[in-house]
């Protein structure tokens, strides 16, 4: 199985900040990465598909990058609605997996 | 519109089996592939399963002898059973069709 380790598991900023959090791969995935954004209680949001494409209806603040086992999702100037908890997904191969998710809370 | 919709019992006794429904509009589910995804309480995310748009299944390999996917694609649902439930499986549960995802139903896991 492929795992993927996201850090940091907790990162504290203020709004406005602008922030980057990281996804590696155990094994080179190419760009089968995808970002979701899960508030509480809520299902989780897709923000970035296959590492660096955006969706419709995603503030383009959101941005992702990386290719082979890096990847990275940055926020520029963060603001209030985005503290939520944030997850990677690969979808190289099966079973699919996620991130164990970095939390971002307002310092 | 895409909407997805689980539906389930709440609470489950442990060893009994879990039966859960998604109820999809706005697909055909021959068209597409539905999985299925579970968070524990304060957890991570973990895909279970998926039936694909040809009707084959593909298990996660930890849950794979407890677990069976399957569909109605006449009533656009898609069933999720999993047998010898214990209390680790307390989670929510989601159907989805990536991106969309259902709101989720909790399964409780409970004498």
């Known amino acids: 199985d492929i795992v993927l380790t996201q850090s940091p598991a907790t990162l504290s900023v203020t709004p406005g900040e602008s922030v980057s959090l990281s996804c590696r791969a155990s094994?080179?995935?190419?760009?089968?990465i995808h970002w979701y954004q899960q508030k509480s209680n809520e299902s989780p949001r897709l923000l970035i598909k296959?590492?660096?494409q955006s969706i419709s209806g995603i503030p383009s603040r959101f941005s992702g990058s990386g290719s082979g086992t890096d990847f990275t999702l940055s926020i520029n100037r963060v603001e209030s609605e985005d503290f939520s908890v944030y997850y990677c997904?690969?979808?190289?191969?099966?079973?699919?997996?996620f991130g164990s998710g970095t939390k971002l809370e307002i310092k | 519109q895409v909407q997805l919709k689980e539906s389930g019992p709440g609470l489950v006794q442990p060893s009994q089996t879990l039966s859960l429904t998604c109820t999809v509009s706005?697909?055909?589910?021959?068209?597409?592939?539905v999985h299925w995804v579970r968070q524990p309480p304060g957890k991570g995310l973990e895909w279970m399963g998926r039936?694909?748009?040809?009707?084959?299944?593909d298990y996660n390999s930890a849950l794979k002898s407890r677990l069976s996917i399957s569909r109605d694609t006449s009533k656009s649902q898609v069933f999720l059973k999993m047998n010898s439930l214990q209390t680790e499986d307390t989670a929510m549960y989601f159907c989805?069709?990536?991106?969309?995802w259902g709101q989720g139903t909790l399964v409780t896991v409970s004498s």
């Open positions: 296959y590492a660096s």
């Open positions: 094994q080179g995935i190419s760009t089968s």
């Open positions: 706005g697909f055909s589910l021959t068209s597409y592939h």
């Open positions: 997904q690969q979808s190289y191969s099966l079973p699919l997996t």
């Open positions: 989805a069709i990536f991106p969309y």
């Open positions: 039936i694909q748009n040809g009707g084959s299944t």
